[in-house]
């Protein structure tokens, strides 16, 4: 099983980013799908999830400015980042679970996750 991220770097403020996240070795398809972030001395942090079936949510610091999708052809998953502010500078992870949350959302705990990735830095400075 392998989680591979890449599209991280170094962006100004307003800027924008993609990254994408590489799967193998698993049934992508079946998989929900979870970028996190991680800030030095902070908690990781689900930023944006995707279900198998494609239904998606947001933390609310990044509503309206990130979006996150997947093409299961190719067996990838996506985070589109926009608008993007020094407050995003953090290592991303993707990862995927079969463990769904209440309610048909996807599961925000990392404790939940089976496979991770391992990370790519994004910082965001003038």
């Known amino acids: 099983v392998q989680l591979v991220e890449s599209g991280g770097g170094l962006v100004q403020p307003g800027g924008s980013l993609r990254l994408s996240c590489a799967a193998s070795g698993f049934t992508f398809s079946a998989y929900d799908m979870g970028w996190f972030r991680q800030a030095p001395g902070k908690e990781r942090e689900l930023v944006a999830g995707i279900t198998s079936g494609g239904s998606t949510n947001y933390a609310d610091s990044v509503k309206g400015r990130f979006t996150i999708s997947r093409d299961n052809a190719k067996i990838r998953a996506y985070l589109q980042m926009n608008s993007l502010k020094p407050e995003d500078t953090a290592v991303y992870y993707c990862?995927?679970?079969?463990?769904?949350?209440?309610?048909?959302?996807?599961?925000?705990?990392?404790?939940?996750?089976?496979?991770w990735g391992q990370g790519t830095q994004v910082t965001v400075s003038s």
């Open positions: 990862a995927a679970t079969t463990r769904r949350a209440r309610f048909g959302r996807v599961n925000q705990a990392a404790s939940q996750y089976d496979y």
